[in-house]
């Protein structure tokens, strides 16, 4: 049963657009939201990562907009570049004091920004 | 910033070989590996957590005895895949968690069991 549930699957958005990907989760004692991007035959690397005691973050052409209540957290990518042409990941985990548990990945959405 | 060693990229084997895929932290000291394996078009699957000096501590459904996991110091885990067959192929992702916090992946290892 995958905790961290994404969506869509795909997407394709122009130069300059805006791709939004959502996540939701059930399990409450997640405290990490990390996103992660991922280029064929590459690892994942970390884009930004958010904690439930705030509401957004934003880096860059990047922001995670967080729904506590909700369950439910997001990535926005602002001005969509070709190169932002990957696939992404959401993820959720428990930090305790001194202990970082393992991380739940969302199903992925490949995302391709057409010129 | 943290960085994560993983070698060989890719790798070719016979069936019924072993193959030994090295994670290695460069610039921290990893008290947890984390193994992935990666299907096209699918997401990272955990494998197994292995913490350094212990035992690791693998996922429902993987085989312990296949799949050899050593984290034998703070900056070294290597994963071996014994009597490889052409299932074992896929995507070999480590991942490594140091004292500060966060994880740092490795670049993945390409296997193919011919």
């Known amino acids: 049963q995958q905790q961290v549930k994404q969506s869509p699957q795909s997407l394709i958005v122009q130069k300059g657009g805006i791709s939004i990907i959502n996540c939701a989760y059930e399990n409450t004692a997640f405290d990490y939201f990390p996103w992660y991007q991922q280029f064929p035959g590459k690892g994942p690397a970390l884009l930004i990562a958010?904690?439930?005691?705030?509401s957004e973050k934003k880096e860059g052409r990047f922001t995670i907009s967080f729904n506590k209540s909700a369950k439910q957290f997001s990535l926005h990518i602002m001005d969509s570049q070709p190169g932002d042409s990957a696939t992404y990941f959401c993820a959720a985990s428990m930090i305790r004091k001194d202990s970082w548990g393992k991380l739940q990945f969302g199903a992925g959405t490949q995302v391709v920004v057409t010129p | 910033g943290a960085v994560v060693s993983q070698h060989p990229s890719w790798v070719i084997c016979k069936s019924g070989t072993s193959v030994k895929i090295e994670c290695r932290s460069l610039?921290?000291?990893?008290?947890?590996m984390f193994w992935y394996r990666q299907f096209p078009k699918q997401s990272l699957m955990l494998m197994a957590t292995?913490?350094?000096?212990?035992?690791?501590?693998?996922e429902q459904g993987v085989e312990k005895d296949k799949f050899l996991i050593n984290h034998a110091s703070l900056t070294l885990s290597t994963l071996t895949v014994t009597s490889a067959h052409p299932e074992d192929s896929s995507f070999y992702i480590c991942?490594?968690?140091?004292?500060?916090?966060?994880?740092?992946f490795g670049s993945g290892t390409r296997l193919t069991v011919v």
């Open positions: 958010i904690r439930p005691d705030v």
């Open positions: 610039d921290f000291q990893a008290t947890t």
């Open positions: 991942s490594a968690r140091g004292a500060g916090g966060g994880y740092t």
């Open positions: 292995s913490n350094e000096g212990s035992k690791a501590t693998y």
